[in-house]
């Protein structure tokens, strides 16, 4: 079965092959993987299955137009990037129409990522021009010692299918107002928004070779070899599973990249029985029930206090009551199906271990098989403890955990005992409490008294094993950029004359 394709208001974003050296190209192999529309499991489309070959073309394409990209001044980087983030804007409702064709997500959910994606481009066409160096007092007379940034290079960039849109803007933006050009491999389930914003990319002027988008579902481990392991690539940044980030990092050992890695997460959202609870719940319902669950940062065990802990649970499983479950297309739909089967797996193997464990659902716990075989019922479940598999894995699905606790060092312990170290968040109306436990998580960031944190003005990233390097913010260029440090000597003679 093949489902239909949207109703564009311009076909022309609709693209089934891969952007090299700006030209739309198919795999030299002439191979192509299917795209699946994660609602019916339709096949909605093909894009070429590259491998290495192709890998190389897109490197020596992004190599070449280096050495001019580079000497573009930051006003220029800034306005092509302001021209982009202005194509975005113009063209987002069928850029949303896409993400939810491909990922699922419900389209105002589509909408709201369009603008969050398409920010990172104003954000970092504003910062393109601000680089700066320093000068600095040196310690041998008559030497005169200031710093310049550079752009690394070419840089292999690696994104997951859960935004589509919003992790490639994020890691293209800083990159092209550094200077760096780019080879990006969109996700193989997810490839038909990254192509439109190639499309827009070529529209705005951004010159052959800067951005180049290569694509692979099959091939996708060969690819991710052809990048960490090529010297012509400097940099690679991926956002993915920790997994995944480690065998990266492996591969790029021997050519000594400059990583960044967003990687996964296992977020505490901490309610204090001093917290408001209406805050709490809808802080609760934003961040776990996001994208179905399927963020990085998404609540993925829910510590409520002795105090407020059945009050808690009663309202926040009557909030998820009220969700509509269907086609991201669907009118009042605020949830969509999950990204595959797979996904489906982890989140029952999640549910059925709670109950096996004394775990009480008290709504959901199922599959929606009328609905699609990707389709899982939001899910509550309270009496959580640490033994439960969800204790210690990220499900990245709808299914909410809840575990109850007496004190804040019992509940800080809690919260930091785990490998990864992503976001956390909690709900306290104590201010003091508010300093001294933000300040105890190990995690890059942190939500107080909201369940939303995502912001391209904000730093994000992770500690531990969720990563390092920041995205977005005035620090997101800087993972784009090298020092280089010059020292003038003979500086410090007399006036001549
Ligand atoms: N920290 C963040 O910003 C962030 C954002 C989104 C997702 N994530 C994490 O990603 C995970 C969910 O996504 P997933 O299960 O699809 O993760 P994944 O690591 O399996 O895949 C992510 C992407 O990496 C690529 N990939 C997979 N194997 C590869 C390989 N061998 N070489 C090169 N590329 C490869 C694919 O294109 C895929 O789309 C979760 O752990 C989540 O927390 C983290
Ligand atoms: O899933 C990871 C990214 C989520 C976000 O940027 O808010």
């Known amino acids: 079965m093949r489902h239909s394709v949207p109703p564009l208001n311009d076909k022309s974003l609709l693209k089934s092959q891969a952007y090299i050296n700006g030209e739309w190209v198919n795999a030299k192999s002439g191979k192509s993987f299917e795209v699946t529309d994660p609602s019916s499991g339709a096949v909605i489309g093909t894009m070429p299955e590259m491998d290495a070959s192709d890998i190389d073309l897109a490197i020596k394409a992004a190599a070449d137009a280096f050495p001019s990209f580079r000497k573009t001044t930051g006003r220029e980087k800034g306005k092509m990037l302001r021209k982009w983030y202005d194509l975005m804007m113009e063209n987002a409702d069928d850029i949303a129409k896409l993400i939810t064709w491909e990922n699922g997500k419900p ?44 752009p690394v290079g070419v840089c292999g960039l690696i994104t997951p299918w859960n935004f589509p849109a919003a992790m490639i803007t994020r890691k293209i933006g800083p990159a092209l107002a550094a200077g760096c050009t780019v080879v990006a491999k969109s996700p193989g389930e997810t490839p038909f928004t990254a192509a439109a914003l190639a499309e827009l990319a070529h529209r705005a002027g951004i010159p052959k070779g800067v951005i180049n988008i290569v694509t692979a579902l099959q091939n996708t481990p060969e690819v991710g070899e052809a990048i960490t392991s090529s010297s012509t690539i400097r940099k690679v940044s991926f956002t993915g599973s920790t997994n995944v980030g480690k065998l990266l990092m492996k591969q790029s050992a021997s050519t000594l990249k400059k990583l960044s890695f967003e990687l996964g997460g296992n977020a505490p959202f901490i309610v204090f029985d001093d917290a408001d609870l209406n805050v709490a719940v809808a802080g609760a319902i934003a961040c776990k029930f996001r994208s179905s669950g399927q963020t990085c940062v998404c609540a993925n065990r829910i510590y409520v206090q002795q105090g407020i802990y059945d009050e808690f649970c009663k309202a926040f499983a009557e909030k998820v009551k009220t969700f509509k479950v269907g086609s991201g297309y669907e009118e009042g739909v605020t949830h969509g199906p999950l990204i595959h089967d797979r996904a489906i797996s982890k989140v029952e193997q999640h549910v059925r271990d709670a109950e096996s464990q004394g775990g009480k659902v008290l709504v959901g716990g199922q599959k929606m098989p009328d609905l699609g075989s990707n389709y899982f019922q939001p899910t509550v479940i309270r009496d959580m403890t640490s033994k439960m598999q969800l204790a210690s894995e990220e499900t990245f699905g709808p299914v909410a955990g809840v575990f109850f606790f007496s004190t804040e060092k019992d509940v800080v312990a809690m919260a930091n005992d785990t490998e990864v170290g992503l976001a956390g968040y909690f709900f306290s109306k104590d201010i003091q409490r508010c300093y001294r436990v933000a300040e105890a998580l190990e995690v890059g960031m942190v939500g107080v008294n909201t369940g939303l944190i995502s912001d391209p003005a904000a730093p994000f990233g992770g500690v531990k094993h969720s990563g390092f390097g920041r995205e977005g913010s005035k620090y997101g260029i800087e993972e784009y950029l090298t020092m280089k440090m010059v020292t003038m000597g003979g500086m410090g003679q007399e006036l001549q004359g």
Do not use: H, M, Q
Not at 107 to 135: C, I, Q
């Open 107 to 150: 389209l105002t959910d589509a909408k709201g990522e369009v603008s969050y994606a398409a920010n990172f481009f104003e954000w970092f066409s504003e910062e393109a021009p601000r680089v700066y160096g320093d000068t600095i007092p040196a310690t041998v007379p008559g030497n005169r010692v200031f710093t310049v940034k550079e």
